[in-house]
Protein backbone atom coordinates (compact mmCIF):
# COMPACT_ATOMS: atom_id res chain seq x y z
CA UNK A 1 0.00 0.00 0.00
CA UNK A 2 1.85 2.94 -1.19
CA UNK A 3 0.08 6.56 -0.36
CA UNK A 4 0.49 10.05 -2.34
CA UNK A 5 1.37 13.16 -0.33
CA UNK A 6 -1.34 14.17 1.60
CA UNK A 7 -2.95 17.60 1.73
CA UNK A 8 -3.78 17.61 4.98
CA UNK A 9 -2.77 19.81 7.49
CA UNK A 10 -4.53 17.92 10.20
CA UNK A 11 -3.01 13.94 9.89
CA UNK A 12 -5.69 12.19 12.13
CA UNK A 13 -7.40 10.51 9.38
CA UNK A 14 -4.39 9.09 7.87
CA UNK A 15 -3.25 8.13 11.28
CA UNK A 16 -6.31 6.00 12.08
CA UNK A 17 -6.36 4.02 8.76
CA UNK A 18 -6.34 0.43 9.47
CA UNK A 19 -2.66 -0.81 8.99
CA UNK A 20 -1.71 -2.13 5.60
CA UNK A 21 -2.05 -5.70 6.16
CA UNK A 22 -5.66 -5.12 6.91
CA UNK A 23 -6.99 -3.14 4.07
CA UNK A 24 -8.46 -5.06 0.93
CA UNK A 25 -7.52 -5.95 -2.20
CA UNK A 26 -8.59 -2.79 -4.31
CA UNK A 27 -8.89 -2.90 -8.21
CA UNK A 28 -9.12 -0.52 -10.63
CA UNK A 29 -9.43 -2.41 -13.70
CA UNK A 30 -11.91 0.35 -16.00
CA UNK A 31 -10.20 3.11 -17.86
CA UNK A 32 -12.75 5.46 -16.31
CA UNK A 33 -11.43 4.72 -12.72
CA UNK A 34 -7.82 5.37 -14.07
CA UNK A 35 -7.95 9.02 -11.23
CA UNK A 36 -5.21 11.76 -10.96
CA UNK A 37 -2.62 11.93 -7.83
CA UNK A 38 -4.44 14.93 -6.66
CA UNK A 39 -8.51 15.26 -7.07
CA UNK A 40 -10.90 16.90 -4.60
CA UNK A 41 -14.01 15.15 -5.26
CA UNK A 42 -16.14 18.72 -4.81
CA UNK A 43 -13.98 20.33 -7.90
CA UNK A 44 -14.74 17.39 -9.95
CA UNK A 45 -18.41 17.39 -9.46
CA UNK A 46 -18.86 20.70 -9.61
CA UNK A 47 -16.08 22.35 -11.91
CA UNK A 48 -15.79 20.08 -14.43
CA UNK A 49 -19.19 19.14 -14.61
CA UNK A 50 -19.77 23.22 -15.45
CA UNK A 51 -17.00 23.30 -17.92
CA UNK A 52 -18.75 20.39 -19.75
CA UNK A 53 -22.50 21.47 -19.26
CA UNK A 54 -22.62 24.69 -18.46
CA UNK A 55 -23.33 27.00 -15.41
CA UNK A 56 -26.93 27.58 -15.75
CA UNK A 57 -28.18 24.45 -15.81
CA UNK A 58 -30.67 23.23 -12.71
CA UNK A 59 -28.93 21.52 -10.04
CA UNK A 60 -30.08 21.56 -6.51
CA UNK A 61 -33.83 21.50 -6.37
CA UNK A 62 -36.28 21.55 -3.68
CA UNK A 63 -40.23 21.48 -3.80
CA UNK A 64 -40.12 25.25 -3.21
CA UNK A 65 -36.69 26.76 -5.04
CA UNK A 66 -34.22 25.93 -7.89
CA UNK A 67 -30.26 26.17 -7.30
CA UNK A 68 -28.40 26.24 -10.58
CA UNK A 69 -25.51 25.12 -11.41
CA UNK A 70 -23.58 28.60 -10.31
CA UNK A 71 -25.43 29.11 -7.64
CA UNK A 72 -24.25 25.73 -6.28
CA UNK A 73 -20.72 26.49 -6.82
CA UNK A 74 -20.56 30.02 -5.39
CA UNK A 75 -22.48 28.68 -2.00
CA UNK A 76 -19.87 25.99 -1.69
CA UNK A 77 -16.93 28.53 -2.46
CA UNK A 78 -18.27 30.60 0.06
CA UNK A 79 -19.35 28.31 3.15
CA UNK A 80 -15.56 26.63 2.59
CA UNK A 81 -14.61 30.53 3.16
CA UNK A 82 -16.28 30.64 6.26
CA UNK A 83 -15.19 27.52 7.32
CA UNK A 84 -11.12 28.57 6.57
CA UNK A 85 -11.70 32.25 7.81
CA UNK A 86 -13.72 32.44 10.35
CA UNK A 87 -13.59 29.08 11.76
CA UNK A 88 -9.86 28.18 11.36
CA UNK A 89 -10.69 25.01 9.32
CA UNK A 90 -7.45 23.45 8.42
CA UNK A 91 -7.36 21.05 5.80
CA UNK A 92 -7.81 17.41 7.50
CA UNK A 93 -10.00 18.99 10.14
CA UNK A 94 -13.39 16.72 10.42
CA UNK A 95 -16.62 19.04 9.70
CA UNK A 96 -20.04 17.39 11.55
CA UNK A 97 -23.50 18.19 8.90
CA UNK A 98 -26.76 17.93 10.40
CA UNK A 99 -30.22 18.61 8.88
CA UNK A 100 -32.73 16.82 6.69
CA UNK A 101 -32.06 16.51 2.42
CA UNK A 102 -32.36 20.55 1.65
CA UNK A 103 -29.70 22.39 -1.02
CA UNK A 104 -28.03 23.74 1.81
CA UNK A 105 -26.36 20.46 3.33
CA UNK A 106 -25.62 19.93 -0.10
CA UNK A 107 -23.12 22.67 -0.47
CA UNK A 108 -22.16 22.60 3.06
CA UNK A 109 -20.61 18.90 2.03
CA UNK A 110 -19.38 20.59 -0.96
CA UNK A 111 -18.05 23.46 1.19
CA UNK A 112 -16.23 21.00 3.73
CA UNK A 113 -14.33 19.00 0.92
CA UNK A 114 -13.46 22.15 -0.97
CA UNK A 115 -11.72 23.32 1.85
CA UNK A 116 -9.97 20.20 2.44
CA UNK A 117 -12.10 19.21 5.52
CA UNK A 118 -13.69 15.70 6.21
CA UNK A 119 -17.35 15.70 6.07
CA UNK A 120 -19.10 13.89 8.54
CA UNK A 121 -22.79 14.06 7.81
CA UNK A 122 -25.34 13.02 10.16
CA UNK A 123 -29.06 12.12 10.32
CA UNK A 124 -31.16 14.50 11.70
CA UNK A 125 -32.71 12.35 13.57
CA UNK A 126 -29.60 11.45 16.07
CA UNK A 127 -30.29 12.32 19.36
CA UNK A 128 -27.45 14.15 21.90
CA UNK A 129 -25.73 10.77 23.41
CA UNK A 130 -25.65 8.88 19.55
CA UNK A 131 -24.38 12.73 18.43
CA UNK A 132 -21.66 12.53 21.46
CA UNK A 133 -20.58 9.15 20.49
CA UNK A 134 -20.03 10.45 16.56
CA UNK A 135 -18.28 13.45 18.14
CA UNK A 136 -16.01 11.32 20.26
CA UNK A 137 -14.98 9.13 17.58
CA UNK A 138 -14.36 11.40 14.26
CA UNK A 139 -12.81 13.98 16.86
CA UNK A 140 -14.81 16.90 15.34
CA UNK A 141 -14.72 20.34 16.67
CA UNK A 142 -16.79 21.86 14.44
CA UNK A 143 -20.45 21.61 12.63
CA UNK A 144 -23.05 23.24 10.53
CA UNK A 145 -26.29 22.22 11.35
CA UNK A 146 -29.85 23.27 10.20
CA UNK A 147 -30.98 25.95 12.29
CA UNK A 148 -34.06 23.72 12.75
CA UNK A 149 -32.27 21.07 14.64
CA UNK A 150 -29.64 22.51 16.69
CA UNK A 151 -30.96 21.89 19.86
CA UNK A 152 -30.10 18.16 20.63
CA UNK A 153 -26.59 19.20 19.17
CA UNK A 154 -26.15 21.57 21.88
CA UNK A 155 -27.39 19.25 24.44
CA UNK A 156 -24.58 16.66 22.90
CA UNK A 157 -21.32 17.34 25.25
CA UNK A 158 -18.51 17.32 22.46
CA UNK A 159 -16.25 18.98 23.91
CA UNK A 160 -14.90 22.48 22.12
CA UNK A 161 -17.57 22.02 19.76
CA UNK A 162 -17.83 25.48 17.46
CA UNK A 163 -21.21 25.38 15.49
CA UNK A 164 -22.71 27.56 12.96
CA UNK A 165 -26.86 27.74 11.75
CA UNK A 166 -27.88 27.53 8.33
CA UNK A 167 -31.59 27.96 6.33
CA UNK A 168 -32.78 30.84 8.22
CA UNK A 169 -30.57 34.29 7.02
CA UNK A 170 -31.22 35.29 10.52
CA UNK A 171 -28.50 38.93 10.34
CA UNK A 172 -28.90 38.99 14.23
CA UNK A 173 -27.60 35.79 14.57
CA UNK A 174 -23.56 35.24 14.84
CA UNK A 175 -23.61 31.76 13.94
CA UNK A 176 -25.69 32.07 10.55
CA UNK A 177 -23.64 30.30 7.65
CA UNK A 178 -25.66 32.16 5.61
CA UNK A 179 -25.24 35.66 6.72
CA UNK A 180 -21.23 34.74 6.92
CA UNK A 181 -21.38 33.37 3.52
CA UNK A 182 -23.21 35.95 2.02
CA UNK A 183 -20.39 38.13 3.29
CA UNK A 184 -16.98 35.85 1.13
CA UNK A 185 -16.16 36.14 -2.38
CA UNK A 186 -16.37 33.45 -5.06
CA UNK A 187 -13.15 33.28 -5.43
CA UNK A 188 -11.79 30.47 -2.91
CA UNK A 189 -8.94 28.43 -3.66
CA UNK A 190 -9.99 24.70 -3.61
CA UNK A 191 -7.82 22.43 -1.44
CA UNK A 192 -5.71 20.33 -3.77
CA UNK A 193 -6.41 17.63 -1.83
CA UNK A 194 -4.64 13.57 -2.96
CA UNK A 195 -6.71 10.96 -4.47
CA UNK A 196 -6.59 8.97 -1.20
CA UNK A 197 -7.39 11.40 0.99
CA UNK A 198 -10.42 10.99 3.75
CA UNK A 199 -13.12 13.10 2.04
CA UNK A 200 -15.88 11.65 4.44
CA UNK A 201 -17.00 9.87 7.56
CA UNK A 202 -19.87 7.57 7.07
CA UNK A 203 -20.93 5.79 10.05
CA UNK A 204 -22.09 2.33 10.21
CA UNK A 205 -24.18 0.91 13.39
CA UNK A 206 -22.35 -2.65 14.88
CA UNK A 207 -24.48 -5.47 16.17
CA UNK A 208 -23.36 -4.13 19.39
CA UNK A 209 -24.18 -0.69 18.65
CA UNK A 210 -21.00 1.00 19.17
CA UNK A 211 -21.42 2.73 15.49
CA UNK A 212 -18.07 2.36 13.16
CA UNK A 213 -16.61 4.81 11.21
CA UNK A 214 -15.84 4.19 7.32
CA UNK A 215 -13.46 6.02 5.80
CA UNK A 216 -13.77 6.83 2.37
CA UNK A 217 -11.41 9.14 -0.47
CA UNK A 218 -11.98 11.49 -2.94
CA UNK A 219 -11.37 9.31 -5.63
CA UNK A 220 -14.03 6.28 -3.92
CA UNK A 221 -16.74 9.58 -4.60
CA UNK A 222 -16.05 9.60 -8.13
CA UNK A 223 -15.62 5.51 -8.16
CA UNK A 224 -19.36 4.55 -7.08
CA UNK A 225 -20.70 7.48 -10.08
CA UNK A 226 -18.25 5.55 -12.57
CA UNK A 227 -19.12 2.21 -11.60
CA UNK A 228 -22.71 1.51 -10.78
CA UNK A 229 -24.31 4.63 -11.80
CA UNK A 230 -22.36 5.13 -15.25
CA UNK A 231 -22.66 1.01 -15.72
CA UNK A 232 -26.12 0.47 -14.29
CA UNK A 233 -28.32 3.47 -14.02
CA UNK A 234 -26.39 5.13 -17.44
CA UNK A 235 -27.85 8.83 -16.25
CA UNK A 236 -27.86 11.70 -19.02
CA UNK A 237 -27.92 15.57 -18.28
CA UNK A 238 -31.77 15.68 -18.91
CA UNK A 239 -32.52 13.48 -15.96
CA UNK A 240 -34.06 14.38 -12.78
CA UNK A 241 -33.33 12.54 -9.66
CA UNK A 242 -34.76 12.20 -6.27
CA UNK A 243 -35.21 9.58 -3.75
CA UNK A 244 -35.98 9.44 0.53
CA UNK A 245 -32.34 8.28 1.42
CA UNK A 246 -31.07 10.82 3.43
CA UNK A 247 -27.43 12.29 2.31
CA UNK A 248 -26.36 10.57 5.77
CA UNK A 249 -27.05 6.95 4.13
CA UNK A 250 -23.94 6.84 1.70
CA UNK A 251 -27.18 5.38 -1.16
CA UNK A 252 -28.62 9.00 -0.26
CA UNK A 253 -25.09 10.51 -0.80
CA UNK A 254 -24.67 8.64 -3.92
CA UNK A 255 -27.85 8.69 -5.33
CA UNK A 256 -29.16 12.44 -4.72
CA UNK A 257 -25.93 13.80 -5.16
CA UNK A 258 -22.57 12.16 -6.46
CA UNK A 259 -24.12 10.61 -9.50
CA UNK A 260 -26.67 13.00 -10.82
CA UNK A 261 -23.92 15.88 -10.65
CA UNK A 262 -21.46 13.87 -12.30
CA UNK A 263 -23.29 14.10 -15.58
CA UNK A 264 -24.99 17.44 -14.96
CA UNK A 265 -28.49 16.12 -14.10
CA UNK A 266 -30.71 17.90 -11.59
CA UNK A 267 -31.69 16.48 -8.02
CA UNK A 268 -34.96 17.17 -6.31
CA UNK A 269 -34.05 16.88 -2.06
CA UNK A 270 -37.10 16.08 -0.33
CA UNK A 271 -36.70 16.67 3.58
CA UNK A 272 -39.95 14.07 4.23
CA UNK A 273 -42.26 12.81 2.51
CA UNK A 274 -45.27 9.78 2.43
CA UNK A 275 -45.29 7.67 0.05
CA UNK A 276 -48.38 9.64 -1.90
CA UNK A 277 -46.47 13.29 -1.33
CA UNK A 278 -43.41 11.15 -3.12
CA UNK A 279 -45.50 10.07 -6.09
CA UNK A 280 -46.84 13.45 -6.23
CA UNK A 281 -43.90 15.36 -5.82
CA UNK A 282 -42.44 12.76 -8.76
CA UNK A 283 -45.17 13.84 -11.10
CA UNK A 284 -44.73 17.89 -10.58
CA UNK A 285 -41.13 17.84 -10.98
CA UNK A 286 -41.22 15.09 -13.92
CA UNK A 287 -38.79 12.76 -11.84
CA UNK A 288 -36.79 10.45 -14.02
CA UNK A 289 -34.49 8.87 -11.93
CA UNK A 290 -36.08 6.80 -8.13
CA UNK A 291 -34.14 5.54 -5.48
CA UNK A 292 -35.69 4.65 -2.27
CA UNK A 293 -36.67 1.48 -0.33
CA UNK A 294 -38.92 -1.31 -0.99
CA UNK A 295 -41.48 -0.51 1.30
CA UNK A 296 -41.96 2.89 -0.51
CA UNK A 297 -42.54 0.95 -3.82
CA UNK A 298 -45.52 -1.09 -2.51
CA UNK A 299 -46.69 2.10 -0.48
CA UNK A 300 -47.36 3.90 -3.66
CA UNK A 301 -49.06 1.35 -4.93
CA UNK A 302 -51.17 1.00 -1.78
CA UNK A 303 -52.51 5.08 -2.28
CA UNK A 304 -53.02 4.50 -5.64
CA UNK A 305 -50.40 6.72 -7.57
CA UNK A 306 -49.21 4.61 -10.23
CA UNK A 307 -50.54 7.30 -12.81
CA UNK A 308 -48.59 9.58 -10.68
CA UNK A 309 -45.28 7.97 -11.86
CA UNK A 310 -45.17 8.29 -15.77
CA UNK A 311 -41.81 10.05 -15.94
CA UNK A 312 -39.89 7.61 -14.25
CA UNK A 313 -37.82 5.89 -16.67
CA UNK A 314 -35.04 4.43 -13.59
CA UNK A 315 -36.12 2.76 -10.67
CA UNK A 316 -33.39 1.21 -7.93
CA UNK A 317 -34.38 0.14 -4.73
CA UNK A 318 -31.64 -0.49 -1.82
CA UNK A 319 -31.30 -1.29 1.75
CA UNK A 320 -33.32 -4.23 2.10
CA UNK A 321 -34.07 -6.93 -0.49
CA UNK A 322 -36.54 -6.52 -2.88
CA UNK A 323 -39.11 -8.72 -2.25
CA UNK A 324 -40.10 -10.89 -5.65
CA UNK A 325 -44.16 -10.02 -5.64
CA UNK A 326 -42.73 -6.28 -5.44
CA UNK A 327 -41.42 -5.86 -8.24
CA UNK A 328 -43.97 -7.87 -10.19
CA UNK A 329 -46.62 -5.61 -8.40
CA UNK A 330 -44.87 -2.52 -9.69
CA UNK A 331 -43.98 -3.83 -12.75
CA UNK A 332 -47.86 -4.54 -13.72
CA UNK A 333 -48.64 -1.48 -12.19
CA UNK A 334 -45.90 0.93 -14.23
CA UNK A 335 -44.32 -1.53 -16.73
CA UNK A 336 -41.05 -0.09 -15.23
CA UNK A 337 -38.94 -2.39 -13.77
CA UNK A 338 -36.48 -2.11 -10.39
CA UNK A 339 -33.26 -2.37 -10.02
CA UNK A 340 -32.35 -4.10 -6.35
CA UNK A 341 -28.94 -3.97 -5.66
CA UNK A 342 -26.75 -4.36 -2.63
CA UNK A 343 -24.25 -2.34 -1.41
CA UNK A 344 -22.82 -1.27 2.22
CA UNK A 345 -21.82 1.73 3.99
CA UNK A 346 -18.25 -0.14 4.06
CA UNK A 347 -18.27 -0.46 -0.03
CA UNK A 348 -20.13 3.45 -0.16
CA UNK A 349 -22.48 2.27 -2.46
CA UNK A 350 -24.17 -0.65 -4.78
CA UNK A 351 -21.85 -3.07 -6.12
CA UNK A 352 -23.71 -6.09 -7.04
CA UNK A 353 -27.16 -5.01 -9.34
CA UNK A 354 -28.50 -5.14 -12.71
CA UNK A 355 -30.97 -3.18 -15.00
CA UNK A 356 -33.66 -3.54 -17.96
CA UNK A 357 -33.60 -7.26 -19.55
CA UNK A 358 -30.29 -8.17 -17.42
CA UNK A 359 -32.93 -8.24 -14.04
CA UNK A 360 -34.19 -11.46 -12.72
CA UNK A 361 -36.91 -11.14 -10.24
CA UNK A 362 -36.00 -11.96 -7.05
CA UNK A 363 -32.23 -11.36 -7.21
CA UNK A 364 -30.03 -9.17 -6.35
CA UNK A 365 -28.53 -9.78 -9.85
CA UNK A 366 -24.60 -9.82 -10.51
CA UNK A 367 -21.72 -7.46 -10.17
CA UNK A 368 -21.32 -3.97 -11.13
CA UNK A 369 -18.60 -3.79 -13.48
CA UNK A 370 -15.28 -2.78 -11.83
CA UNK A 371 -16.29 -5.08 -8.62
CA UNK A 372 -15.79 -8.68 -8.31
CA UNK A 373 -18.00 -10.87 -5.92
CA UNK A 374 -18.14 -14.28 -4.40
CA UNK A 375 -19.69 -16.59 -2.42
CA UNK A 376 -17.35 -18.77 -0.01
CA UNK A 377 -17.74 -20.79 2.55
CA UNK A 378 -15.95 -21.30 5.99
CA UNK A 379 -12.73 -22.39 4.11
CA UNK A 380 -12.54 -19.12 2.42
CA UNK A 381 -12.49 -21.02 -1.29
CA UNK A 382 -15.90 -20.78 -3.34
CA UNK A 383 -18.89 -22.86 -2.72
CA UNK A 384 -20.41 -24.70 -6.12
CA UNK A 385 -23.12 -22.62 -7.44
CA UNK A 386 -26.38 -22.93 -6.39
CA UNK A 387 -24.86 -23.52 -2.78
CA UNK A 388 -25.14 -20.61 0.26
CA UNK A 389 -22.03 -18.93 1.68
CA UNK A 390 -21.11 -15.70 2.76
CA UNK A 391 -20.45 -12.81 0.29
CA UNK A 392 -17.20 -11.46 -0.42
CA UNK A 393 -16.74 -8.19 -2.67
CA UNK A 394 -13.38 -6.70 -4.29
CA UNK A 395 -13.42 -3.43 -6.45
CA UNK A 396 -12.17 0.31 -6.28
CA UNK A 397 -13.69 0.87 -3.22
CA UNK A 398 -13.40 -1.35 0.22
CA UNK A 399 -13.84 -1.08 4.06
CA UNK A 400 -11.26 1.16 6.26
CA UNK A 401 -12.89 1.51 9.33
CA UNK A 402 -10.99 4.15 11.55
CA UNK A 403 -9.64 2.80 14.08
CA UNK A 404 -11.52 -0.28 14.75
CA UNK A 405 -10.45 -3.92 15.69
CA UNK A 406 -13.46 -4.57 13.67
CA UNK A 407 -11.68 -4.20 10.54
CA UNK A 408 -10.68 -7.56 10.72
CA UNK A 409 -14.43 -9.37 10.48
CA UNK A 410 -15.52 -7.30 7.50
CA UNK A 411 -11.54 -7.74 5.55
CA UNK A 412 -10.01 -11.06 5.31
CA UNK A 413 -7.57 -12.40 2.83
CA UNK A 414 -8.14 -9.27 0.33
CA UNK A 415 -12.14 -9.58 0.47
CA UNK A 416 -14.86 -7.80 1.89
CA UNK A 417 -17.05 -9.67 3.90
CA UNK A 418 -20.71 -8.10 3.70
CA UNK A 419 -22.18 -9.88 6.68
CA UNK A 420 -25.04 -11.53 4.04
CA UNK A 421 -25.36 -14.93 3.29
CA UNK A 422 -25.98 -15.42 -0.34
CA UNK A 423 -25.81 -17.82 -3.38
CA UNK A 424 -25.18 -17.41 -6.90
CA UNK A 425 -26.70 -19.22 -10.09
CA UNK A 426 -24.76 -20.92 -12.98
CA UNK A 427 -25.38 -17.77 -14.75
CA UNK A 428 -23.46 -15.63 -12.05
CA UNK A 429 -26.76 -14.51 -10.38
CA UNK A 430 -26.73 -13.53 -6.86
CA UNK A 431 -29.90 -13.92 -4.54
CA UNK A 432 -29.91 -13.05 -1.07
CA UNK A 433 -30.96 -15.77 1.63
CA UNK A 434 -30.36 -14.11 5.70
CA UNK A 435 -28.43 -11.45 6.85
CA UNK A 436 -25.41 -13.08 9.12
CA UNK A 437 -25.68 -10.73 12.38
CA UNK A 438 -27.94 -9.20 14.42
CA UNK A 439 -28.55 -6.37 12.21
CA UNK A 440 -31.88 -5.30 12.11
CA UNK A 441 -33.15 -4.33 8.64
CA UNK A 442 -36.52 -1.87 8.47
CA UNK A 443 -38.09 -0.39 5.91
CA UNK A 444 -34.42 0.79 4.22
CA UNK A 445 -32.74 1.48 8.06
CA UNK A 446 -30.27 -0.34 9.81
CA UNK A 447 -30.92 -0.73 13.03
CA UNK A 448 -28.66 -2.51 15.90
CA UNK A 449 -30.85 -4.84 18.35
CA UNK A 450 -28.52 -4.22 21.04
CA UNK A 451 -28.74 -0.61 20.78
CA UNK A 452 -32.68 -0.23 20.83
CA UNK A 453 -32.23 -3.09 24.12
CA UNK A 454 -29.89 0.10 25.55
CA UNK A 455 -32.40 2.29 25.48
CA UNK A 456 -34.93 0.78 26.98
CA UNK A 457 -33.22 -0.27 29.56
CA UNK A 458 -32.73 3.07 30.48
CA UNK A 459 -36.37 3.10 31.89
CA UNK A 460 -36.96 2.66 35.37
CA UNK A 461 -39.54 -0.49 35.03
CA UNK A 462 -37.33 -2.42 32.90
CA UNK A 463 -36.02 -5.21 34.34
CA UNK A 464 -34.26 -6.79 31.20
CA UNK A 465 -34.94 -6.87 27.61
CA UNK A 466 -33.82 -8.69 23.88
CA UNK A 467 -34.74 -6.85 20.72
CA UNK A 468 -34.68 -8.81 17.44
CA UNK A 469 -36.23 -8.10 14.20
CA UNK A 470 -40.06 -9.94 13.22
CA UNK A 471 -40.80 -10.71 9.73
CA UNK A 472 -43.42 -7.69 8.64
CA UNK A 473 -44.99 -7.72 5.17
CA UNK A 474 -44.20 -3.75 4.98
CA UNK A 475 -40.65 -3.17 6.42
CA UNK A 476 -39.28 -6.13 5.74
CA UNK A 477 -38.40 -6.33 9.13
CA UNK A 478 -40.02 -4.32 12.31
CA UNK A 479 -38.08 -4.05 15.26
CA UNK A 480 -39.64 -6.08 18.05
CA UNK A 481 -38.86 -5.75 22.31
CA UNK A 482 -39.29 -8.62 24.75
CA UNK A 483 -39.51 -6.75 28.01
CA UNK A 484 -39.39 -8.22 31.23
CA UNK A 485 -40.80 -5.70 33.39
CA UNK A 486 -39.95 -5.01 37.46
CA UNK A 487 -41.99 -6.41 40.21
CA UNK A 488 -44.94 -4.96 40.48
CA UNK A 489 -45.88 -3.20 37.15
CA UNK A 490 -48.63 -4.30 34.83
CA UNK A 491 -47.67 -4.90 31.10
CA UNK A 492 -50.67 -4.05 29.02
CA UNK A 493 -50.81 -1.73 25.96
CA UNK A 494 -50.06 1.46 27.91
CA UNK A 495 -46.80 0.45 29.61
CA UNK A 496 -45.87 -0.77 25.98
CA UNK A 497 -46.41 2.84 24.30
CA UNK A 498 -44.93 4.65 27.24
CA UNK A 499 -41.67 2.38 26.99
CA UNK A 500 -42.00 3.13 22.80
CA UNK A 501 -42.22 7.13 23.94
CA UNK A 502 -38.89 6.82 25.87
CA UNK A 503 -37.10 4.79 23.35
CA UNK A 504 -37.68 7.61 20.76
CA UNK A 505 -36.81 10.28 23.53
CA UNK A 506 -33.10 8.53 23.75
CA UNK A 507 -32.45 7.23 20.40
CA UNK A 508 -33.41 7.87 16.34
CA UNK A 509 -36.95 7.54 16.29
CA UNK A 510 -37.30 5.11 13.74
CA UNK A 511 -35.37 2.96 15.78
CA UNK A 512 -37.62 2.49 18.36
CA UNK A 513 -39.80 -1.11 18.68
CA UNK A 514 -42.99 -0.79 17.05
CA UNK A 515 -43.57 -4.02 19.38
CA UNK A 516 -43.48 -4.41 22.76
CA UNK A 517 -44.27 -7.70 23.90
CA UNK A 518 -43.95 -8.45 27.85
CA UNK A 519 -42.41 -11.68 29.07
CA UNK A 520 -42.01 -13.20 32.61
CA UNK A 521 -38.31 -14.34 31.92
CA UNK A 522 -35.50 -14.34 28.42
CA UNK A 523 -33.74 -17.30 26.67
CA UNK A 524 -30.05 -17.05 27.70
CA UNK A 525 -27.18 -19.43 27.95
CA UNK A 526 -25.88 -21.48 30.94
CA UNK A 527 -23.17 -18.84 30.79
CA UNK A 528 -25.87 -15.70 30.81
CA UNK A 529 -25.85 -14.95 27.00
CA UNK A 530 -29.23 -13.30 25.51
CA UNK A 531 -30.22 -16.47 22.81
CA UNK A 532 -31.40 -13.83 20.01
CA UNK A 533 -32.49 -16.55 17.66
CA UNK A 534 -34.94 -18.01 19.72
CA UNK A 535 -36.81 -14.48 20.59
CA UNK A 536 -36.71 -14.63 16.33
CA UNK A 537 -38.71 -17.87 16.39
CA UNK A 538 -40.90 -16.65 18.95
CA UNK A 539 -41.81 -13.66 16.95
CA UNK A 540 -42.30 -16.23 13.79
CA UNK A 541 -44.29 -18.33 16.00
CA UNK A 542 -46.76 -16.00 17.28
CA UNK A 543 -47.35 -13.51 14.16
CA UNK A 544 -47.48 -10.65 16.60
CA UNK A 545 -48.08 -7.28 14.67
CA UNK A 546 -46.96 -3.67 15.05
CA UNK A 547 -48.63 -1.34 17.87
CA UNK A 548 -47.75 1.58 15.61
Excluded at 215 to 230: G, Q
Excluded at 315 to 322: F, H, I, N, P, R
Excluded at 397 to 403: F, K
Amino acid sequence: MQLSPSAHTDSFSRDNLPPGDQWPDLTFDLPELQYPDRLNAAVALLDDTIAEHGADRPCLLSPTETWTYAEVRRTAHRVAAVLVDDLGLVPGNRVLLRGPNTPWLAACWFGVLLAGGVAVTTMALLRPRELEVIGEIAKVHLALCDARFRADLDAARIPGLRTLNYGTDDRSDPDDLGVRAAGKDDAFAPVQTAADDVAMLAFTSGTTGRPKATMHFHRDVLAVADTFSRHVLRPTADDVFTGTPPLAFTFGLGALIIFPLRVGASTLLIERAAPDELADLIAAHQVTVLSTAPMAYRAMLAAGKAAQLASLRRCVSAGETLPRSVWEAFFEATGLKITDGIGSTEMLHIFIASADDDIRPGSTGRPVPGYVAAVLGPDGAPVPDGEIGSLAVKGPTGCRYLADERQRTYVHSGWNFTGDTYLRDEDGYFWYQARSDDMIVSAGYNIAGPEVEAALMGHPDVSECGVVGAPDPDRGRVVTAYVVLRAGVEGDEAKARELQDFAKAEIAPYKYPRVVEFVAELPRTNTGKLQRFRLREQAVDTGIAPLT
